[in-house]
């Protein structure tokens, strides 16, 4: 579904099932997948790469060289960048930063993530953040610049760690391990949907 007002360029790919709602703008050469919801006001980059079931709510604008990968939400007014050192008397064009926000990512209303950073599956970003670096998964990060006050589980509850570095997620009792800093949902093999960096 394409709202009239909508703007949609030539060489934009849209999966099924996606909403465009009023006054957003998809430059050619956008990938939108399935399943996606793009609210009123969005814009979107010809460089940017949207997976499936992404919610992107009001007024956020996803630039080239932004990579949200499957069921990120990204709250009204969420800001994106590509450029770490913009001078208007400069060009930078196609000198952009890329940034990738990795599966089941929340990014709270309002917050800034400045380009160039890694935020990990299932991370949460709280309103009015400020990110400057790579954000680990399943962490919860507020503040200016943000910083880790905990862990969250998939479906973004709070975990709380045991001293063995076990917790578990009050709605579905999936267990979790904390080791080193990272944390991994149990039963998830490694490459799955367990966490940043468990690639390999």
Request: hydrophobic share 35%; net charge neutral.
């Amino acid at each position: 579904m394409i709202h009239p007002t909508a703007v949609v360029d030539p060489g934009v790919i849209i999966g099924a099932g996606t909403h465009v709602w009023h006054f957003a703008h998809l430059v050619g050469g956008a990938q939108i997948g399935e399943g996606c919801m793009i609210g009123q006001g969005c814009y979107v980059g010809g460089g940017a790469v949207i997976g499936k079931r992404v919610r992107i709510q009001n007024h956020v604008s996803v630039y080239d060289g932004v990579q949200l990968d499957d069921d990120v939400f990204c709250g009204p007014s969420v800001t994106f960048t590509n450029v770490r050192r913009p001078r208007s008397e400069f060009s930078r064009r196609g000198a952009y930063d890329t940034t990738v926000v990795r599966r089941g990512a929340t990014l709270g209303a309002g917050c800034t993530i400045v380009c160039g950073v890694v935020l990990g599956e299932y991370c949460f970003v709280g309103a009015g953040a400020v990110v400057t670096k790579d954000v680990p998964a399943h962490a919860l990060v507020v503040g200016v610049p943000a910083s880790p006050v905990g862990w969250v589980s998939r479906r973004g509850e709070p975990l709380v760690f045991d001293g063995a570095g076990r917790a578990r997620c009050p709605c579905d009792d999936d267990e979790y391990r904390l080791t080193d800093g990272v944390v991994r949902r149990v039963g998830v093999p490694p490459g799955g949907s367990g966490c940043l960096g468990d690639t390999g």
